[in-house]
């Protein structure tokens, strides 16, 4: 199975600044016949589900502020929030849906406000 | 909209039983794979299990493997997950989630239903 690992396991930013959160996979997740990475990122509010934010490593779902990006490829992924806000306090994880299941999780970062 | 209900959850000693079931609404159910998502308390996401659109294929992670069954009746629009064997580890929030598209390989979580609680204790 493919393993997904996050670092860090949580962050503190002030309100405005800069998140970044890292993940690796074991191995890769770019499929060459599409050029696509199989990479999905979700955040998870306390006493909520989680909520898909970001697929394909990069492309942002419907509704999601263009504060959050995607980026990376192969094995090496990064979600950036580029002004944190309030609201974006949550836990955020990482999954690969490369091939068939199982589609693994990351153990998930938790952000904070500073 | 897409909504997704879990029901099913609960109470059972080790090595009992319980089934889940998700039903769902606002999409045409046969055309997206679908899996169970389970959270234990205070610890991150696991994929447990996953079925494609027609229901032909399903897949399960090693832990589950033998003790769980996945099924869908599409003309219902229900998803189920039989859990037989019951160990204290499998304690968690388990969520009925939408794939993105009708194959269970290379589907994302697209949308999430608010789970079921699962307690397996003496």
């Known amino acids: 199975d493919i393993v997904m690992t996050q670092s860090p396991d949580s962050l503190a930013v002030s309100l405005g600044e800069r998140a970044t959160i890292n993940c690796k996979s074991s191995q890769s997740l770019l499929y060459n016949s599409n050029n696509k990475n199989y990479l999905a990122w979700y955040q998870q509010k306390p006493g909520q589900p989680p909520k898909l934010l970001i697929y394909w490593a990069s492309t942002r779902e419907s509704g999601v502020p263009d504060r959050f990006s995607g980026s990376g490829s192969g094995t090496d992924f990064t979600l950036t929030i580029s002004s944190l806000q309030a609201e974006d306090v949550a836990v955020y994880h990482c999954q690969q849906y490369y091939g068939s299941p199982p589609h693994t999780f990351g153990q998930g970062t938790k952000v904070e406000i500073k | 909209e897409v909504q997704l209900l879990e029901s099913g959850g609960g109470l059972v000693q080790p090595g009992g039983s319980l089934r889940l079931s998700c039903v769902v609404s606002?999409?045409?159910?046969?055309?997206?794979?679908m899996s169970w998502v389970r959270q234990a308390p205070g610890k991150g996401l696991e994929w447990v299990s996953g079925i494609s659109g027609s229901g032909d294929y399903t897949e399960y992670t090693d832990s589950v493997k033998g003790r769980f069954t996945i099924s869908r009746d599409n003309s219902k629009n229900t998803l189920f997950m039989q859990m037989n064997g019951l160990r204290v580890e499998d304690t968690a929030q388990y969520y009925c989630v939408k794939g993105s598209t009708v194959t269970a390989a290379g589907t994302f979580c697209h949308h999430w239903g608010q789970g079921t609680v699962v307690t397996v204790s003496s």
């Open positions: 606002g999409f045409t159910f046969s055309n997206y794979a």
